[in-house]
T-cell receptor, first 113, second 114 residues
Framework: NAGVTQTPKFQVLKTGQSMTLQCAQD?????MSWYRQDPGMGLRLIHY???????DQGEVPNGYNVSRSTTEDFPLRLLSAAPSQTSVYFC????????????FGQGTRLTVV | AQKVTQAQTEISVVEKEDVTLDCVYE???????LFWYKQPPSGELVFLIR??????QNEISGRYSWNFQKSTSSFNFTITASQVVDSAVYFC???????????FGGGTRVLVKP
């Protein structure tokens, strides 16, 4: 099993550009989510999904869109990149059983210049 | 709203010393789950432990141990006889119910010197 796969691993964008961070999991997990990691602030929840077709906002959703058309995939779209979106992005997935931990992807390091 | 505080931003120890990482949380929920994750220099997040609010038993796994005290809203983590490979950032996290709507603390960087 590959687990949670994120692509790309690194990306540099110019201000105003758009892009999609990809996230795929092969564990048949119902829950998926996106976090951003900034120095000294831990990880903060951007968007999450409890199943295909269902998404909701987390703590820091502005500037990001998500959709979940399949159980496996949960892409994160940056509509118009800003320097404030420079961060490391993590995708996570887990079973809907509350007793399970979240599995994280390797992360995407994004720099917006 | 939930909150997790890791007051120690960085801890430096010499190999074989013990190190304790503090985690204090705030929540109004009676059912909740606490986690510790390790982030080594390579950047991935490695799950270490999960504890639910009804289980206050302490846990030991090898050189790692966890002390959960509901009365003080703390979930502290101790590494006994630290090794260089323990050098990493450690995150404490809290969730109400949903599997991965986690609230993270700011993390504690542990540097173990040989």
């Amino acid at each position: 099993n590959a687990g949670v796969t994120q692509t790309p691993k690194f990306q540099v964008l110019k201000t105003g550009q758009s892009m999609t961070l990809q996230c795929a999991q092969d564990m048949n997990h119902e829950y998926m989510s996106w976090y951003r990691q900034d120095p000294g602030m831990g990880l903060r929840l951007i968007h999450y999904s409890v199943g295909a077709g269902i998404t909701d906002q987390g703590e820091v959703p502005n500037g990001y869109n998500v959709s979940r058309s399949t159980t496996e995939d949960f892409p994160l779209r940056l509509l118009s990149a800003a320097p404030s979106q420079t961060s490391v992005y993590f995708c996570a997935s887990s079973y809907s059983n509350r007793r399970t931990e979240a599995f994280f992807g390797q992360g995407t390091r994004l720099t917006v210049v | 709203a939930q909150k997790v505080t890791q007051a120690q931003t960085e801890i430096s120890v010499v190999e074989k010393e013990d190190v304790t990482l503090d985690c204090v949380y705030e929540t109004r929920d009676t059912t909740y789950y606490l986690f510790w994750y390790k982030q080594p220099p390579s950047g991935e997040l490695v799950f270490l432990i999960r504890r639910n609010s009804f289980d206050e038993q302490n846990e030991i796994s090898g050189r790692y141990s966890w002390n959960f005290q509901k009365s003080t809203s703390s979930f502290n983590f101790t590494i006994t006889a630290s090794q260089v490979v323990d050098s990493a950032v450690y995150f404490c996290a809290l969730t109400k119910a949903a599997g991965n709507k986690l609230t993270f603390g700011g993390g504690t960087r542990v540097l173990v010197k040989p």
